[in-house]
């Protein structure tokens, strides 16, 4: 009887506590809360309206997000939040770095990323680019919280006080504050470039990829318009902090008067500088100003006018704010005449004056045209002024004049010989 009635007390004690458990389950509020809530959020662990969350990286705090609505799986691998007021993000110091909105938000728990979409701006307040923020509006990006940076993978457009444009593919490096860009347009106001009293003028700027940083900016594939003036470089270098660019690598600039091409430009941009320095391979054409078709009583110097100037030389220095550029070594510039003849022209140094339209050439000048005549000076001053294009010799010259037989014996115009 004794172990019958052990095993009745057991199940009786069995029975009770299931009853138990069955009373404190319909007293759980949560659970009668979860049999009034729609089905599909009953798979949920958390749901939560207009939180606020701060994501760390232990003590150190990454952003703070503002959310309508925040809904987190029983599993745990995805948090979804519905209408990111604003997303502040901070600097491995805690300061505030940038800011975000968008309609959506999902974060992998696991993958520590976050993919935000839908009416997505970033501003980012930091950047090489100015003191105003930075606007950044695409379609979605991905933030990866382990390898702190955040990346737009889509078309891409930037705003930002001096400027506007687009990019194809973009990464903000939140360490180290670095910004990369690919394939990008800039519409860059002039102003950033040039003293602020002069009128503003839009700058086209195109690359195929730039890192952007406060210290260093690397550009790479650059293309840039300036009005009529088209410039570009296989690679760039821009040190802001000292106001200092430095391209390589099969540079070119193409305006309507002058082609440029050198193998290294370097650039002093600081407020009493202003001057840049183009070196190794150094070409210039001086392309013609007439490109009417020429009368029959054109004159012999303007049809020279028709003709472009190669020249060659080892460096120029251009200081921009004075509009004077300075040519050294080895110049040689040649000029095709009519009926296949040519014109050289050899010097030490050169200055040109662009606003006085002034060429100064100094040194060993020499001007040679074969079968014609040749001159050698110390110092020629060539006017280029329109309709006044004449060649000064303040320390005058020797020189040889070239005639055939024909021309000696030839009857001037008054009949005297």
């Not at 052990?6 to 509020?29: C, F, T, Y």
Request: glycine residues 6%; contains cysteine; aromatic residues 6%.
């Amino acid at each position: 009887m004794r172990p019958l009635l052990n095993l009745s007390l057991l199940i009786l004690g069995a029975l009770a506590l299931l009853w138990g458990i069955e009373l404190v389950r319909r007293q759980d509020p949560f659970l009668r809360f979860l049999n009034t809530v729609p089905s599909d959020l009953q798979q949920l662990e958390l749901y939560l309206e207009r939180p606020i969350l701060t994501l760390r990286d232990g003590a150190r705090p990454l952003a703070t997000l503002q959310l309508e609505r925040l809904e987190i799986e029983r599993n745990r691998v995805h948090w979804r939040a519905v209408g990111l007021q604003h997303a502040s993000i901070y600097d491995e110091h805690g300061k505030a770095i940038g800011s975000a909105r968008a309609r959506e938000l999902v974060y992998n728990y696991p993958a520590k990323r976050l993919h935000i979409s839908g009416d997505l701006t970033l501003r980012i307040t930091r950047h090489p680019l100015g003191n105003q923020p930075l606007t950044v509006q695409t379609a979605y990006l991905n933030w990866d919280l382990r390898g702190q940076h955040i990346d737009a993978e889509l078309p891409t457009r930037l705003r930002w006080s001096d400027g506007q444009g687009g990019i194809k593919k973009l990464r903000w490096n939140l360490a180290s504050g670095a910004i990369e860009l690919e394939q990008g347009v800039l519409h860059l106001s002039s102003a950033v470039l040039q003293e602020r009293t002069q009128p503003q003028r839009e700058v086209d700027i195109r690359w195929d990829s730039a890192t952007l940083r406060s210290d260093r900016s690397e550009v790479k594939g650059l293309r840039l318009k300036d009005g009529d003036t088209l410039a570009t470089a296989e690679r760039a270098d821009v040190f802001d902090r000292r106001r200092y660019a430095l391209a390589t690598g099969k540079l070119r600039l193409e305006d309507p008067r002058v082609d440029l091409e050198g193998a290294k430009l370097e650039i002093w941009y600081g407020e009493n500088q202003k001057r840049a320095l183009l070196q190794n391979q150094v070409r210039m054409r001086i392309k013609p100003r007439d490109t009417q078709p020429p009368s029959e009583e054109e004159t012999e110097l303007e049809q020279a006018k028709r003709y472009p100037i190669d020249a060659t030389c080892n460096e120029i220095e251009y200081f921009y704010r004075r509009k004077v550029a300075y040519l050294r070594g080895n110049i040689k510039a040649v000029q095709q005449l009519p009926e296949g003849r040519t014109r050289t022209l050899t010097a030490d140094e050169a200055e040109y004056d662009q606003k006085n339209e002034r060429l100064i050439l100094k040194g060993k000048v020499t001007l040679d045209e074969p079968d014609r005549i040749r001159l050698e000076t110390t110092l020629a001053i060539v006017s280029l002024v329109e309709g006044e294009e004449t060649v000064e010799l303040p320390q005058g010259a020797t020189g040889v004049f070239y005639y055939t037989e024909e021309d000696e014996e030839a009857s001037p115009p008054n009949g005297n010989r």
